[in-house]
Nanobody, 125 residues
Framework: QVQLVESGGGLVQPGGSLRLSCFAS????????VGWFRQAPGKEREGVAC????????RYVDSVKGRFTFSRDVAKNTVYLQMNNLEPEDSALYHC??????????????????WGQGTQVTVSS
C-alpha cells in the first residue's frame, strides 16, 4: 500500500522556521506530482506548494511566496517544505499528497489521491 509519512511539525514562535519532510515508503516520488497542503480549523484545505513533475516547476499559494520553499531529495525519496518567517496564520495541519492522475489540476486537493497522515504546525508566541 502506498504510504506517505510526514514529519517536522511543531510549535514555533512567529518569525521562526520549520522544515517539513514527506517520505514515500512504497513508490518512487519522481514519477508523481507531489503537493503540500494545509488545513486550519474551520477553513478549507488549500494547496501550499505543489510540484509539477512534468515541467519541474512549483506553484506556491500567494500567502507563502518568498517564505516557503519546496524541495526534493530523489535519493531519499523525500520531499521537503522549508518554512521561514512563519506567521500565526500558517498554523494548520500540513499534509503531503500525490496525484497519480494523467490529467490533474495542480494544487487542487480533489485531484490528489494519496495523502499522508499530516503533521501539525502551530505558530504562536
Amino acid at each position: 500500500q502506498v504510504q506517505l509519512v510526514e514529519s517536522g511539525g511543531g510549535l514555533v514562535q512567529p518569525g521562526g522556521s520549520l522544515r517539513l519532510s514527506c517520505f514515500a515508503s512504497t513508490f518512487d516520488l519522481r514519477y508523481y506530482a507531489v503537493g503540500w497542503f494545509r488545513q486550519a480549523p474551520g477553513k478549507e484545505r488549500e494547496g501550499v506548494a505543489c510540484f509539477n513533475n512534468g515541467d519541474f516547476s512549483t506553484r506556491y499559494v500567494d500567502s507563502v511566496k518568498g517564505r516557503f520553499t519546496f524541495s526534493r531529495d530523489v535519493a531519499k525519496n523525500t520531499v521537503y517544505l522549508q518554512m521561514n518567517n512563519l506567521e500565526p496564520e500558517d498554523s494548520a495541519l500540513y499534509h503531503c499528497a500525490i496525484s497519480s492522475k494523467l490529467q490533474f489540476r495542480l494544487c487542487e486537493p480533489e485531484d490528489y489521491d494519496t495523502w499522508g497522515q499530516g503533521t501539525q504546525v502551530t505558530v504562536s508566541s
